[in-house]
């Protein structure tokens, strides 16, 4: 046998998204020419069958048996420490209240592999449908996931363009630039913003510091940024890292409450106060901001309204409502309290 003849090295087996991308369709397109369902054209499902054809697709056999609807939804979130996740799944669980559907929820504190597996899991299990909060998996993983069912991202933003699922985020460029701008009318030029190392594309910490970086340059003035984590120790460690320069801000704008909380407990422990010595600002509106000892200046995000949005979307899909995605921005509003 000639070196032409001989079997090259195998090929991992091809997949809805690979069978999409031949036939440049989306993969909810291809997973609806395969269930032979409703509204497919002629002509579309000539070109899917074409891409399997040439790709030799084969459908898993857990995939193509039938489902039946189970009126239940599944719901996955990493981060489950932060108290915004709780408001996001408060929202969550009232609207399938309202919409006679049972929420089914995973935390995890792994990453995006972890929170794929769930979601995975989920769907063996029957889920209906699925709402991810913040995902950190791949634009791939999503889409494989809502050829299977169908999906909203919670808290990232629908970015992709593949129009495969729906999103319901915060303006969080509009978040941030709201704060800054109360800052600087506050008098405040030396701002810091406190953002955190970028997981994934569409998150909002992208979105803040874009937001952040904007209204400084529009106000004429320096963008200050620091990266750590959004956490409680994250933001106190910040703060003293902030405080120990020659030349320390007057102010600091932290990505999420839960860094601000953070930041508030160093100037606390020291006998320093905000906004005398550090004025804090943040993003999110937990419940414990509006607290009188704490009264953090902060965006409110309408956590409890993006949760309902989220499900209320979901619902319209699995009943056959509407079949373009939508990705929805919730408007979110500046809270100014004694902290800043």
Known sequence: ????????????????????????????????????????????????????????????????????????????????????ITLLLDGVAREADRSRYSAFITLTDGGAEEQFEAARS???????????????????????????????????HGEDGSGSYDSVASDDTLGASLVVDHLVGQGHERIAFHTQSTRS???????????????????????????????????????????????PPTAVHAGADVAALGALGWLWERGLRAPADLAVAACDDIPVASLAPISLTTTDQRAVEMGQLATRLLVERLEGRREQAQNVLVEPRLRVRASA
Do not use: C
């Not at 991992?12 to 909810?28: E, G, K, L, M």
């Not at 029957?126 to 494989?144: A, K, V």
């Not at 106000?219 to 409680?232: A, F, I, N």
């Open 201 to 247: 594309g569409g998150l909002p910490e992208d979105f803040r510091e874009a937001g952040y970086r904007q209204a400084m340059e529009r106000h004429g003035l320096v963008p200050d940024v620091v990266v750590g984590e959004w956490t409680s120790e994250g933001g106190h460690r910040l703060a003293g890292e902030l405080m120990a320069r020659s030349r």
């Open 1 to 84: 046998m000639s070196h032409a003849d001989r079997p090259g090295p195998p090929t991992r087996r091809p997949t809805i998204v690979d069978v999409a991308r031949h036939a440049r369709v989306s993969p909810a397109a291809v997973s609806k020419v395969l269930r032979d369902a409703y509204g497919v054209s002629p002509q579309m499902r000539e070109r899917v069958h074409a891409s399997v054809a040439a790709l030799g697709y084969r459908p898993m056999v857990s995939a193509q048996s039938m489902r039946s609807a189970t009126r239940t939804l599944g719901v996955s979130s990493l981060n489950v420490h932060n108290p915004f």
């Open 122 to 156: 989920m769907v063996d299990r029957q889920m209906d449908g699925l709402i991810l909060i913040t995902p950190t998996m791949s634009n791939e993983e999503l889409q494989q996931l809502s050829a299977l069912v169908p999906i909203v991202l919670l808290g990232r």
